[in-house]
């Protein structure tokens, strides 16, 4: 369900939690861990089937060349295990990664992460991290759909060119296949392209982090890389894995894989991928297939947009309406000619839509991106209510601040 209820009784709509993909407490997830706790719950130096057939069941939903799996407990596990694949398999160190990226929590990804390390108290970037520009084709330098994306992929190619005059080589290049905490931005087409081409050429390896927005999410794919076409040669899930459960992994080639492998150091993970967390995870892997939540998320994704953008026709504070399925960022601002944020208001439409027991959140950089991420059984209904609701409070905010 996309509900959360008070102490009362009283239900919430929830339109931000991508943990809970199939939904808060669905039952076949419930009573599929709840079976498996009462017949064997240990770490995984055991073998057992749900762990082997879990592993090849989500395996067959990546593309051919990414053929091993390596369990973790979380995204922060997983994109440190990734680079570690990628420092190991390249013998380099530098990494670059995207303006407003979010990889996680532990001091390297706080290093690599935009996102948290561009904050008070932040520290800056690590001396091996090279951030470029986010490709926002709304707030950044390239706003042509038909070009931006080689121009800003060659901002890597700036990066690489650097590295190498220094004698220096790549490790990697990592980002969100859909930039979720640097405002739900949309790469434009063409982008992931160049930018793999460059890293590899370089002799890197390409990291696609699709923690926030794998497992059918983005509606037109499984995948969120696969909007583009590309092929990652690392790849990390996590947080919608287990609906809620601890549970995240790291997809990889036989290649990388190897050479892990062959430099002596054993990797392993006393909780990852342990038994009952490879049968929650495949009960919510059942569940997407069998209730097509990947078709739901395309189809009521597209409806979501399209009445939110007759939002931006109504209201001077709505700058901009983007996403791709039900992964959607709404960028207020208080000059559609500036692009002057307006992240005072959008703080007041969470807190006034909070009020009306519907949750939403804040993203972007500068934050003023209000950002949609539900369950994936969220309903056209409740995307009437959130809409209905979204355009009494931008009346209200700018009839008082006369935007």
């Known amino acids: 369900m996309q509900y959360l209820y008070e102490e009362n009784g009283t239900p919430v709509l929830d339109c931000i939690n991508n ?15 709840q079976r498996q706790m009462g017949l064997l ?8 089937d749900a ?83 986010c490709p926002d084709v ?38 969100e296949s859909v930039p979720s905490c640097g405002g739900q931005i949309v790469p434009p087409r063409g982008y992931f392209e160049n930018v793999y081409k460059h890293v590899r050429e370089a002799g890197g390896v390409c990291i696609a982090d699709e923690v926030q927005v794998g497992f059918g999410r ?32 790291v997809v990889t080639t036989e290649k990388i894989a190897q050479a892990f492998a062959s430099s002596g150091i054993s990797y392993f993970n006393t909780y990852g991928g342990n038994p009952v967390s490879a049968t929650i995870a495949q009960a919510v892997l059942d569940v997407i297939r069998r209730e097509d939540l990947q078709s739901h998320a ?27 399925g039900l992964m959607v960022g709404v960028e207020l ?26 949750l939403l959140s804040v993203e972007g950089p500068l934050e003023n991106v209000i950002k949609f991420k539900p369950p994936m059984c969220f309903s056209e209904e409740n995307a009437d209510k959130l809409v209905a609701t979204l355009d009494e409070i931008l009346s209200n905010i700018e009839g008082g601040v006369g935007v």
């Open 218 to 249: 983005v509606g037109s794919h499984f995948w969120g890389f696969e909007i583009q076409g590309v092929v990652p040669d690392i790849v990390t899930i996590g947080k919608p894995m287990g609906n809620g459960h601890p549970v995240a992994a």
């Open 333 to 358: 601002v208080t000059d559609r000619e500036t692009l002057e944020p307006a992240k005072k208001e959008a703080h007041e439409v969470i807190s006034e839509m909070k009020s009306r027991r519907i």
């Open 51 to 133: 762990v082997l057939d879990y592993a090849e069941d989500l395996l067959s939903t990546f593309p051919s060349k990414l053929t091993r799996m390596f369990f973790v407990n979380s995204g922060t596990e997983a994109n440190e295990l990734a680079l570690w694949l990628a420092r190991i398999f390249t013998r380099q160190e530098d990494v670059i990664s995207l303006k407003g990226g979010y990889h996680g929590h532990s001091k390297l990804l706080v290093e690599v992460g935009s996102h948290k390390h561009d904050k008070p108290g932040g520290g800056g970037p690590g001396s091996f991290c090279h951030v470029v520009e």
């Open 19 to 33: 943990v809970c993909h199939v939904g808060h407490c669905h039952p076949e997830v419930v009573q599929a861990g």
């Open 298 to 324: 395309l189809k009521l994704g597209k409806y979501l947009m399209g009445e939110l953008r007759k939002l931006k026709e109504k209201h001077p504070l709505v700058g901009d309406v983007r996403g791709a």
């Open 138 to 175: 709304y707030r950044g330098r390239f706003r042509d759909e038909d070009t931006a994306g080689v121009q800003y992929a060659s901002a890597v190619k700036e990066v690489i060119d650097e590295l190498q005059q220094k004698g220096k080589g790549l490790c990697a290049y990592l980002a």
């Open 41 to 48: 719950s240990t770490n995984n130096r055991y073998l057992h």
